[in-house]
């Protein structure tokens, strides 16, 4: 036993720890207060002085400008799911990088199905424009006495030009969409701005749907189509999902 005791009072007592250099020292707990959030909702805040506030583990809401406040547990008591925790939502779709937000593209088959039904559409809409015109000004070779004729002849003048029409704006717009998306992959340079692509989409649309009637009406063709491409352009400035 006197051995043990002997060893026992020879080692040296455990040295105080040293503060870390890099850490402020903690303020008494009479300089700590706990902010209770403006809103209703989200759990008190521990403010720190000279740590700020991420340092007390607080919980804020989001800072975002404007948004619609959103409550999952609305309707719920707050003694059934202890502190209720309140979001703002988004006024705009949120992107990952800044360059994606900076341009409002469609993806290709977004694209294709957009301007092929917005063609077929327009074409159509042209046809029974020019088939009720024609009913209205050309005389019919037989005079027709009841409503029924007149009607069956009304229909088959806009159906007889309608479906032409829609047929081929529908194609325009299949061919103006791919060349679109394939364009502005392909020339994705930050040099070549987006409507110089609908321009060059337009022309080539122009020429290939005329391409068959030979190269003096495919030249004509892409010049209308230019400047359709053009005027896409222009009015996307103003309607954006266009």
């Known amino acids: 036993m006197s051995w043990f005791s002997r060893r026992s009072r020879e ?51 989001p800072s975002m400008s404007g948004g619609k406040l959103y409550d999952p547990y609305e309707g719920i008591s707050a003694a059934t ?29 977004e694209n294709l199905q957009f301007y092929t039904g917005l063609g077929y559409l ?12 024609n009913y209205a000004t050309v005389k019919p070779d037989i005079p027709l006495d009841t409503w029924k004729l007149k ?3 009304l229909l088959n003048n806009s159906g007889s030009l309608a479906k032409p029409f829609g047929n081929g704006c529908g194609i325009i717009g299949l061919y103006f969409a791919s060349l679109e998306s394939y364009l502005a992959n392909a020339l994705d340079l930050p040099d070549v701005p987006d ?7 337009g022309a080539i649309s122009g020429a290939l749907f005329r391409s068959p009637r030979g190269p003096r009406q495919a030249a004509a063709a892409a010049v209308v189509g230019a400047i359709g491409g053009g005027s896409i352009a222009a009015l996307r400035t103003v309607f954006p999902s266009l």
Not at 11 to 33: D, K
Not at 128 to 133: E, K, L, P, S
């Open 122 to 133: 327009i074409g159509g809409g042209i046809g029974v424009a020019a088939g009720t015109y």
């Open 81 to 109: 799911i202890g502190r209720k925790q309140a979001f703002k939502l988004p006024e705009r779709p949120e992107f990952v990088f800044e360059e994606e937000a900076a341009v409002r593209r469609r993806g290709w088959s």
């Open 151 to 153: 009607a069956n002849r």
């Open 195 to 201: 409507a110089a692509n609908t321009v060059a989409a």
């Open 11 to 61: 080692q040296p007592a455990n040295p105080p720890p040293e503060p870390e250099p890099n850490q402020p020292p903690t303020p008494p707990p009479s300089e700590l207060r706990i902010d209770q959030p403006t809103s209703s909702y989200g759990p008190p805040t521990l403010n720190i002085p000279g740590l700020g506030t991420e340092a007390g583990g607080g919980l804020n809401l």
